[in-house]
């Protein structure tokens, strides 16, 4: 089906000029004419594949979430071996370290404020964040089988870590490096946990 | 001085309708004119205030840390005598756990797009994160005063988290009493941290 997969191509480039303007001022002001010019399409193309700006949005946090779960799957795979390091590189693929990163840090921020007042979206992120919290359960009970007797809490507060890190480095308030250097004195202290009952 | 006095409370209620504003939908598409409508004043007596939405702007970060502080001292003045309640207290008061802290929150993540592209504003965040990070640095090292060479690090690490649980709270991927039992349980973990070299 040459034809379809041409169409899925239009809808992802569209989404990714979606997301490049939603990285540099949020969502609120981004017109379907603003989408259509940065990803060099007509207005009608953009209508064509998307009706309104509430569809192409829809869209976009789908290609959002593949986007990162891309990253997480590159970077671990790219990891030396053993659940320590997959764990790790999972959460330094969440932290924007690199020019990918940091826009789809920004675009999470921005949909943010759109999940807010729309449940079906702000539904979708839960899915997604629980999806994210039970691989990286399971990488923290394999990285770490006798420390922890809820590793799904212990992935909680490591997810945790890292979105206020990726704020932090967004800010200014941190650099990569003592971002990176901030996760791994967490991840060392898991090694002291004592398993709890 | 009382006319002076008069002026600052009009400030004041500009930048808190300015807040009230952006934590509903960011602050991109905010106008002095709706922020003059919200505040229920004419725009002209807002563009007496603030000349244009930049000084607006600049002058709602200023009060939005002032916000943050009040809230962190009334938390900590209210908390049980000693170290780790304060500590504990004023990590809660940076978790949006009622409409207050909630506002305050999504006017924060507003506010990160603006950083992003004007230099003197991302400033004076870094300046208040570094307050903050001292601050709560000092109550680390009071609570636990054997148990880590660098509150400093640990500073960070816990801002890293509230701020991490604020965006997960208010995305509804935790519940306010979930994301407190995740401080907790970092916080309950610093007692076992061996003092590190």
């Known amino acids: 089906m040459p034809k379809q997969v041409d169409h899925e191509q239009r809808r992802r480039e569209i989404a990714a000029a979606l997301c490049r303007l939603a990285s540099e001022r949020g969502l609120e002001g981004v017109s379907l004419g603003e989408v259509a ?7 009608g193309l953009v209508q064509h594949y998307f009706r309104n700006k509430d569809l192409m949005l829809s869209y976009a946090t789908g290609y959002l979430r593949e986007r990162v779960e891309q990253r997480i799957a590159a970077r671990t795979a790219d990891a030396p071996a053993g659940p320590r390091a997959a764990l790790r590189a999972a959460l330094l ?3 924007p370290l690199d020019p990918d990163g940091r826009t789809e840090s920004l675009v999470a921020n921005a949909f943010l404020f759109r999940a807010l007042k729309d449940p079906a979206m702000a539904e979708r992120f839960r899915e997604g964040h629980a999806l994210l919290r ?3 359960a399971g990488w923290v009970e394999a990285a770490y089988p006798t420390g922890h007797a809820n590793p799904a809490q212990e992935a909680d507060l490591l997810l945790a870590v890292v979105s206020g890190l990726a704020d932090a480095v967004l800010l200014g308030h941190h650099t990569s490096e003592a971002a ?10 898991l090694d002291r946990a004592p398993r709890e009952t």
Chains 1, 2 share one sequence.
């Open 37 to 43: 010019a940065e990803a060099g399409v007509s207005k």
């Open 93 to 95: 693929a969440l932290l």
């Open 134 to 136: 039970d691989a990286v």
């Open 180 to 189: 990176v250097a901030i996760l791994d004195r967490q991840l060392d202290r």
